[in-house]
């Protein structure tokens, strides 16, 4: 008898064991209720696919978090980007504000006020309804103030700023000119926001930013732990409980390994038969250590999209009948490399200048920057180390950016002898085909740069032989990155520097940590306080005035003067532009690459035969 | 006890030491005359030249003759030989000025092709149309002179506290041991490595040469002090020691005059052994990027340029050349110091 009830007790844990195991296995635990399709729904002109299909694709690098507030490198913003949706988006074609989770917005008389209409009916991805509230929840994280637990009074810090409970780089961008925007649900699908004052750049950078859900986070709001919650350990843990808006949602995380992505049953878009998208079911984005081997993968056949190297491209080529690819030229990136020498006048805490003062002064006379400038041989950097695939950079702005582009700039061809001309004018003499300024001092200086790039060490070695055709000597400093950037942003203990911007938003006014004097990016003299020269006074008002306009002409008249400023003093020598070049697997349908949106900005849409 | 010059005498007559000793002769022999060798200077870019393949040589018109080629596919660096164009090398031409072994300014070199339309890369040219040949060339100091510098700071120092100790042996002994044992619990790869971040941003990237062979030499003395202590220890018993003290003379001298002629045969073999984990520490240091830089010349440093992955896909073999230039030295390194063993330890050669 007892012999017998044990064996059913057995039999009866096998079974509890085999269902266990069936609800470990990914996607059988999610619980997602799938919500009716919007009112609202986007219908997308693409035409009909077949659902089903895989997209396996590789990042380089691994993330760090998966909180919104905390992200910082791009591999965490392209999780959360797939994740997490935004009021507005941008055109791929145009570049102009599209709707996203709102339908259309007005905007008041005064510039002021802008009213957002969402969708109706949308729902997050675990099927809990999405309103005028997350939006709310979602501005409340970035200005919620630190409170004294007894008296209620906003915590100062110490230059007596209100200190910020959840201190993200939101409460910072989103900040205009220090005061905040106000932000109010006039219903349950209506939500208007209040700029303090004429913010021109304010529908999209307000209207970009990711919305959270308040169900799901707001307990952790009231308690203190938002910078806690959707960490690494909730995404390997429990993935169903970072939901989002936008096409997917996580199904499982392994560290250094890779990321699975399933298609949110409750997104907003639908195709012309009113079936909702995406088609993809599943999305596979492998961890692999660095863009070559990412590269690799994909010239294998391995992947489905792909970022190339220009330096790549040429073999990456080789692959495509064989695997069945394409690789696309995208023409001109918004990466930009430049050098700047030191600028910054200040001494450290012992008293020794930063930038010895004799070569202070040759950095700061604008002809000696401009005769550098013209003693680089761009074109050569262009031919020999990229393989032409990339351009010649006059300024600051990329040639991508088309309308915000100013061809008109003073430009500096390659012209040694007009460089020498520059450096004798300046009082400088050659003895023995060698540089010396007017004290009869050698010229020359160290130029730092990142060691792991490899093209930028090339870019350094050409820079060098360019300067010793000038008579300098260039001693070239390699780096790893975090060392130049303590070196830059707060030790300033060198001399000249190379490195490369890249990305960026849309909007000029997002360069204005570069740009305007105070900025923290402003490279060659970070952090002024009174700018130190007249014309980084004209740009900071120039910027200023670029915030606070809307008018697209007058604001493109400031922008061009400020890259004519730039040109003509040369703070940053900007050398070329690598250009961007894609990859995608033929087998994917509705494909339409654009230059603005990339490959993948149709993602929704795309479709292919599911694999056997 | 034989004279050095007996032993290299003997090494000489047997064929692996004639081939690996030779061969080691030519590579310091091309280290010493590096300028006049190479057909271009260490950093003379050509960015029009960029990965250009080895240009192949031709006779024609009474004289050597260098293909000419064409930039077909500059996407690929694709270059094709044109037929019947060609230009004239010149033995003995002129090129960059140089002071020959430091004392005669000169512009001659060996073999070039002096025509400004030309282009002479016997081993190609790399990332930015630098001559890869001339770059080997001019690295071999590097890589070269670092193994005979290291071991002469190994050595000294090995002997000094290997000697001394193993002479005076008791508290002194005990102590240097110590000292001996905690230098060889360091791991040398992290400290290298350390040191390496630690001082990069006080050094230009040429005096890293010396950093780094001071570094690598510090470390690796402590093993060759342990086996000379042990030797110094058996010598010090010998009847003509105790003579020598008897007759009143001073540590050092005994030291210098009747333990190291004992000890050189020891020495020579344990440096011809040693010198290449100095090569080839080099070239691990330089290809980890922690070593010689950019744009000085190494060969580790060139063998790490063509760690790019499209070096392999675009089939630049040519970039991987120093990596043979490594390999013959090891190689005839490790075969001489055999020899060598052999020479002045005829039990061995016996069995």
New interface residues.
């Given amino acids: 008898m007892i012999d017998f009830k044990a064996k059913v007790c057995g039999l009866m844990l096998a079974v509890l064991l085999l269902v266990a195991g069936c609800g470990k296995r990914p996607g059988a635990e999610r619980s997602f209720q799938e919500a009716p399709i919007p009112v609202d729904a986007e219908v997308v002109d693409f035409p009909q696919g077949n659902f089903g299909g895989r997209i396996v694709e590789t990042m380089a690098g691994d993330i760090a978090t998966l909180n919104p507030l905390l992200i910082e490198s791009v591999a965490g913003s392209t999780v959360m980007g797939r994740i997490l949706d935004s009021l507005v988006t941008l055109d791929p074609e145009t570049g102009e504000v599209i709707p996203g989770l709102a339908k259309s917005w007005e905007i008041s008389e005064d510039n002021l006020e802008y009213t957002f209409h969402l969708r109706r009916g949308v729902h997050w991805s675990d099927g809990e309804p999405f309103t005028a509230a997350d939006v709310l929840f979602t501005w409340k994280t970035f200005f919620a103030k630190e409170r004294d637990g007894a008296t209620g009074v906003v915590v100062a810090d110490a230059e007596g700023r209100p200190k910020y409970r959840y201190p993200s780089r939101s409460t910072f961008t989103q900040l205009i000119n220090g005061k905040e925007p106000r932000v109010e649900a006039l219903d349950a699908h209506t939500v208007r926001f209040t700029t303090p004052e004429v913010y021109a750049p304010f529908l999209l950078f307000g209207g970009g930013e990711e919305i959270l859900p308040e169900h799901i986070l707001g307990s952790a709001f009231e308690n203190g732990t938002l910078l806690e919650a959707w960490n690494l350990e909730t995404a390997i843990q429990r993935p169903e409980a970072i939901v989002g808006l936008n096409m997917f949602v996580l199904e499982s995380y392994r560290p250094g390994e890779r990321l699975v992505f399933a298609r949110n049953p409750n997104y907003w878009k639908v195709n012309p038969a009113g079936e909702r998208l995406p088609y993809v079911e599943r999305l596979i984005t492998k961890i692999v250590p660095d863009a070559?081997s990412s590269?690799?993968a994909f010239?294998q056949g391995k992947t489905d999209f792909e970022g190339i190297g220009p330096?790549?491209?040429?073999?990456v080529k080789?692959g495509e009948e064989r695997h069945d690819y394409t690789v696309l030229d995208m023409g001109p990136s918004n990466t930009t490399n430049f050098v700047w020498f030191n600028l910054n006048p200040g001494k450290d805490e012992n008293g020794k200048a930063y930038v010895a003062p004799h070569k202070l002064e040759w950095f700061q006379d604008k002809r000696f920057r401009q005769a550098v400038s013209y003693g680089i041989?761009r074109e050569?950097?262009v031919?020999?180390?990229f393989?032409?695939?990339a351009q010649v950079l006059h300024g600051y702005v990329s040639p991508k950016r088309k309308f915000w582009y100013n061809d008109a700039i003073r430009k500096y061809p390659y012209d040694p002898e007009r460089s020498k001309a520059l450096f004798l004018e300046m009082g400088f003499r050659y003895v023995n085909e060698r540089l010396h300024d007017a004290e009869g001092r050698p010229v020359g200086f160290?130029l730092m740069t990142n060691?792991s790039n490899?093209l930028r060490?090339?870019m350094?070695?050409?820079f060098?032989?360019n300067m010793?055709d000038l008579g300098i000597e260039v001693?070239?400093?390699?780096?790893?990155f975090n060392?130049i950037i303590t070196k830059t942003s707060s030790s300033f203990d060198y001399e000249a520097c190379m490195l490369g911007l890249g990305g960026g938003a849309p909007d000029p006014y997002a360069g204005k940590d570069i740009l305007m004097s105070g900025g923290r990016l402003h490279q060659w003299h970070p952090q002024q306080v009174e700018p130190a020269t007249e014309w980084e006074a004209r740009i900071d008002a120039l910027m200023l005035e670029l915030g606070r306009h809307t008018d697209v002409e007058k604001r493109k008249a400031f922008y061009f003067e400020v890259q004519e400023i730039l040109a003509e003093q040369q703070p940053m020598i900007f050398l070329v532009s690598a250009k961007d070049y894609v990859g995608h697997r033929n087998r994917w349908q509705n494909l339409q690459p654009t230059l603005l949106g990339g490959l993948t900005w149709n993602m929704e849409s795309l479709w292919t035969e599911p694999e056997p | 006890m034989t004279g050095l010059g007996d032993i290299f005498k003997a090494s000489f007559r047997r064929p692996l030491g004639a081939l690996s000793g030779g061969l080691l002769l030519a590579l310091y022999m091309i280290a010493i005359f590096a300028d006049l060798i190479a057909p271009a200077a260490t950093n003379e870019q050509d960015l029009d030249r960029t990965y250009h393949p080895p240009t192949k040589i031709i006779w024609g018109e009474g004289g050597l003759r260098v293909q000419a080629y064409d930039l077909t596919d500059p996407s690929t660096a694709g270059y094709e030989a044109v037929p019947g164009k060609s230009y004239a090398l010149k033995v003995l031409g002129r090129g960059f000025e140089y002071r020959l072994l430091g004392i005669f300014k000169t512009n001659r070199h060996l073999l070039v092709c002096d025509d400004p339309e030309g282009a002479f890369y016997l081993l190609g040219s790399d990332s930015t149309g630098r001559d890869v040949f001339s770059r080997l060339v001019f690295g071999s100091r590097v890589s070269l002179f670092i193994g005979l510098l290291g071991i002469t700071i190994t050595m000294v120092l090995g002997f000094l506290v290997g000697g001394l100790s193993g002479y005076f042996g008791g508290r002194t002994d005990f102590v240097a041991m110590r000292i001996v044992e905690f230098m060889m619990a360091v791991p040398g790869l992290y400290l290298l490595l350390a040191l390496r971040a630690a001082l990069a941003p006080h050094f230009a990237s040429d005096q890293m040469f010396f950093v780094i062979v001071i570094i690598l030499a510090f470390i690796g003395w402590a093993g060759t002090a342990r086996i000379l202590r042990g030797m110094a220890l058996s010598i010090r018993q010998q009847a003509f020691v105790m003579a020598a003290e008897s007759m009143g003379q001073g540590p050092l001298t005994i030291l210098r005059k009747h333990v190291l002629p004992n000890l050189l045969s020891y020495l020579l073999v344990a440096a011809t052994l040693s010198i290449p984990g100095y090569v080839l520490g080099e070239a691990a240091l330089s290809f980890l990027g922690l070593g010689i830089q950019e744009p000085s010349a190494s060969w580790g440093l060139m063998l790490s340029e063509a760690q790019n992955v499209k070096v392999f896909y675009l089939n630049f073999w040519w970039l991987l050349t120093p990596g043979l230039a490594i390999f013959l030295t090891v190689i005839a390194y490790n075969v001489f110091g055999d020899v060598l063993r052999d020479v002045v330890d005829p039990r061995s050669q016996k069995r």
């Avoid at chain 1, 330096?311 to 073999?315: E, L, P, R, S």
């Avoid at chain 1, 001693?475 to 790893?480: T, V």
Wanted: charged share 25%; aromatic share 8%; glycine share 10%.
């Fill in positions: 070559n590269n690799v010239a330096d790549n491209v040429a073999w080789r041989n050569g950097i031919r020999g180390v393989f032409g695939r160290t060691s490899g060490v090339e350094a070695t050409v060098k032989e010793a001693e070239l400093q390699f780096l790893d060392t």
